[in-house]
């Protein structure tokens, strides 16, 4: 048995009730039509337009406080300490944005983001969020599904893997003016993961345009994989056959895998995965297979997830 | 100038004095970061993992006081600051208390005193390992610290006891080193900063070898 079902591992149909689901998007919807005036218009009719999305959180999980999910970052394009991108990323330019589209693939080419987005339907889906830290959030994001993107570019057969790359510009980013990690920061997903339906963009949160310090203009949000995974400034998605090699694979391959699914049986060298602290709490809480979206565990069967962490 | 040549003996007497008058608002200014921090989780301004930051918070004034302790001895042979040495105990105890809070802060916040965690960490984690060591070699040192316990050691002893205080520098900054990531930028400021300290007293001692056996 190679994938081990969790017993608390919530059922995937457990999703947030849809009455109390509406309540929560008139609040979002107000908030909403607040950052219409800074979001394009199009995201943001989208948003107030749209019907009930599934959205991935178990009742339990109280949305965590805005403040402390953008004052408490890791984003080491603006320094290393967890303040720092805060404090540094204020007047990082998000406009004009070019996603690079690359690599196996039938449209491949440069996209200006908003051409990029414009197609899909604004979602807002609020998610936990791990760290491989040990510390977690419960994160209302706004996006697109990561697989509208995909499917748009036209992966050929033979393309396996989405890599995808942040922006290089030592110049605003002051963090990349000295080697820490390899830059540019470079992740990747299989296809199959990366068309997985909770894969998704965000360019918002708490029913705003996303922060500089949480990833803007474009994010990647995959819940059930630790946040290392969720690459901020994306500017490239490259499609290749080959699995690409990450940025922390690269700095320590023996701390940080490729896959990084959330699993509280495989621990970190330096800290138990067991249990998590969400942001803001003293005591900790149990930390779910797949953080919790058991829906994603058909991707990896058969794979033994203790050597492929 | 008048004075320098004129009142030596005022002047001897002035800078103990100052000294130890101002030794209340040095425990104040020590103990500050302390306060601050249990002020800041009462009152929920710690944005973020709160335990991880107390953890860093702690480690790092420890490691700060640990830097001024052994800046001390240098600074009074450097200056001439006899009085200097007045503060020595204190920051060396205030080591001790950044380390302890710090450590029981990991045991019983992070790990939230599951034993079977704790001994696995110790065993399993180098940089836990090595932390752990730092802080029982700060025991014996804290426990000594006592003029009356001091003078029953004998002043030799007690001398050789208190020099593993350079041993805690390495074992501490190592500690340090293995627990960041990839930012090694500040572990590696303080091991030079140790390095630094230990080259000056070696290079003192030796002076003074050779000084005694030209005598």
């Known amino acids: ?309 | 100038m008048t004075a320098a040549v004129g009142t030596p003996a005022r002047t001897k007497a002035r800078g103990p004095r100052i000294a130890r008058a101002l030794k209340p608002l040095a425990f104040t200014l020590l103990l500050a970061p302390a306060l601050w921090l249990t002020y800041a989780v009462i009152t929920d301004q710690l944005d973020g993992d709160i335990v991880k930051i107390l953890e860093i918070e702690t480690g790092t004034y420890a490691l700060r006081c640990l830097a001024l302790t052994l800046l001390l001895t240098p600074l009074r042979q450097l200056t001439g600051w006899a009085w200097l040495a007045m503060y020595r105990r204190m920051l060396g105890l205030f080591v001790f208390f950044y380390a302890t809070v710090h450590m029981l802060v990991y045991v019983g916040l992070d790990l939230e005193l599951r034993f079977g965690e704790i001994w696995t960490s110790i065993v399993k984690r180098p940089y836990i390992t090595i932390g752990m060591l730092s802080w029982l070699i700060l025991v014996p040192l804290a426990v000594t610290s006592p003029t009356g316990v001091a003078r029953r050691l004998g002043g030799a002893q007690w001398k050789r006891l208190h020099q593993l205080t350079y041993v805690v520098a390495v074992t501490a900054t190592t500690h340090y080193l293995w627990a960041v990531k990839k930012d090694t930028f500040w572990p590696l400021v303080y091991f030079a900063i140790f390095a630094a300290l230990l080259l000056v007293r070696v290079a003192r001692s030796r002076k003074a070898v050779r000084a005694a056996y030209r005598g």
């Open chain 1, 1 to 309: 048995m190679l994938i081990r079902r969790n017993r608390i591992e919530p059922p995937s149909s457990e999703i947030t009730p849809e009455a109390e689901y509406l309540n929560r998007r008139e609040f979002l919807g107000m908030v909403g039509s607040i950052g219409a005036i800074t979001a394009t218009g199009a995201l943001a009719e989208a948003v107030i337009g749209g019907g009930a999305q599934p959205v991935g959180a178990q009742q339990a999980d109280e949305v965590t406080d805005e403040e402390k999910v953008t004052s408490y970052n890791n984003y080491y394009e603006f320094g290393t300490d967890k303040e720092d991108p805060k404090a540094n990323s204020q007047r990082f330019r998000t406009r004009p944005w070019t996603v690079k589209i690359e690599g196996m693939a039938k449209k491949t080419g440069d996209m200006p983001l908003d051409d990029l987005l414009r197609p899909s339907r604004v979602e807002d889906r609020t998610y936990r969020f791990r760290c491989v830290e040990a510390w977690s959030a419960v994160i209302p994001w706004r996006g697109i599904p990561l697989a509208d993107v995909i499917r748009r570019a036209e992966p050929l057969p033979s393309a396996r893997y989405v890599e995808m790359t942040t922006l290089f510009d030592p110049a605003q980013m002051p963090g990349q003016r000295s080697a820490t990690i390899n830059w540019p920061y470079t992740e990747g997903l299989r296809l199959d993961e990366a068309l997985h339906p909770l894969a998704f963009l965000a360019t918002g949160m708490y029913g705003k345009t996303l922060p500089n310090q949480n990833g803007a203009p474009l994010r990647l949000v995959v819940p059930w994989k630790y946040g290392f995974k969720n690459i901020k400034a994306i500017v490239k998605l490259r499609f290749t056959d080959r699995q690409p090699t990450s940025t922390w694979m690269l700095a320590a391959a023996d701390e940080y895998g490729f896959y990084a699914n959330v699993n509280p049986t495989v621990d970190h060298p330096r800290w138990t995965q067991a249990r998590e602290r969400r942001l803001g709490d003293i005591l900790r809480k149990p930390t779910l297979l797949f953080n919790g979206y058991g829906q994603v565990a058909s991707l990896y069967s058969g794979m033994d997830l203790r050597r492929n962490y």
